[in-house]
Every structure is written in C-alpha cells, then in structure tokens.
C-alpha cells in the first residue's frame, strides 16, 4: 500500500502506519484532540481478518480534519508515527463500500470493518489502554501558540455551534478536555490548579 496524502480537503482522513494492534479506540483518542470524531473505522483483510496498518477517519467538519492533518500527522501511537492525510474517496468507496462522503453505511467494500468482524463472531482485538495526562502533554507540547489558539478557535467554534454535543464530547473523552484545559493554561486564560486532577475535574471545562 502506497498511500497519498494530496487527496481533496474534507472531513474525512486518511491514516496510516498503524500497529496491526492498534484499536480505533486508541485512534479516537488522540484524534479528538484534533475535535469531535464521527466515525473511524480500520480495515482489515475479509480472508484471515487480520489489520492490513491502515484505515480512515471522518471528522465533524474539514477544518477539524485540517487541523488534525496539521498538528497530529507524526504522533507516535503504539510505537508507531502515525500518518494523517485526506483520503481520497475512491479509496473510501473502494475499501468501505460508501459514497465516499462518509464511512458507515455502506454495502461493503474489498475489505473488512471491525464491525463486519464482530457481526461474523471473529476474535475482537484486545480492549483499548486508556490515553494518559502524560500522552497528552507529549502531543500538546508539539505545539506551538498558534497550533494551540487555532485548537480553541476550533472547539470554541464547535460549541457555540452545538454546546451540547460539545459537552458531551467533553464528558466522554477526557483526554480533550485535558488538552483544552492545557491550551488555555497556556495562555493564562485558567487556573493551573485545573490541571492538578484533570481526569478527575477534566468534564467541568465547558
């Protein structure tokens, strides 16, 4: 597989050079640093069922896949630098089955889902280690001031546009929260003191 990452802006990415153990729920964590998530899905052989290292993600909207493009492509996950670019839809049509435009629902593509695995009782991967403080700093330390006030020009936009899906994205995911509650103690814009427990308080950051 030969991937290219010049694929047409949209919200939907693709990604790459994933462990063959890696779960998309290890993905969605340190995707939705990025922002809001709607859907992930790796693929894997239909044959032995096995990860063939890459899959796709789709974002709320593009200007959250750009950012995740922008500031996450790289980030080490599993062992692995993770690789994050558009996908292109052929691909998304080929691989899934969709439109292109998203990535359920489809009729099913040349390979298999995680879901397609579990509905035909295959061995399901091992569950998810959970996303530690420590992983987060790491990645938000990668940025730079700009990167960071772009993240919450990204999520304050997010939540004005929808402050209930956003407080339960908050709520679910406390990895953003933390990465929030990082970027504005960045700027002096929160008490440090929020970040002491950030797992523990992290769902209080609105």
Not at 18 to 28: H, K, P
Not at 147 to 162: C, E, R, S, V
């Amino acid at each position: 597989m030969d991937p290219k990452y010049d694929a047409e802006e949209s919200n939907i990415v693709f990604i790459g050079n994933v462990g063959y153990a890696t779960t998309e729920e290890q993905l969605r964590k340190m995707l939705e640093l990025a922002g809001p998530v709607v859907d992930i899905q790796l693929v894997f052989d239909p044959i032995t069922n096995r990860a063939k290292g890459f899959g796709f993600c789709q974002f709320a909207d593009k200007n959250i896949a750009a950012s995740a493009i922008k500031n996450l492509n790289d980030t080490l996950v599993d062992g692995r630098n993770i690789k994050i670019g558009y996908a292109d839809r052929g691909r998304v049509r080929r691989y899934l089955g969709t439109d292109g435009t998203m990535l359920s629902g489809g009729n099913g593509g040349t390979l298999s889902t995680r879901s397609a695995i579990i509905e035909n009782n295959a061995q399901p991967t091992p569950q998810p280690r959970s996303t530690s403080p420590s992983q987060v700093l790491a990645v938000m330390g990668m940025l730079d001031e700009q990167q960071k006030h772009d993240f919450l020009a990204q999520f304050n936009a997010f939540a004005g546009f929808n402050p209930t899906k956003a407080r339960e994205e908050l709520i679910k995911n406390p990895a953003l929260a933390f990465a929030l509650a990082n970027a504005l103690e960045s700027f002096g814009a929160v008490d440090p003191g929020v970040l002491g427990n950030p797992y523990g308080g992290a769902t209080a950051i609105t």
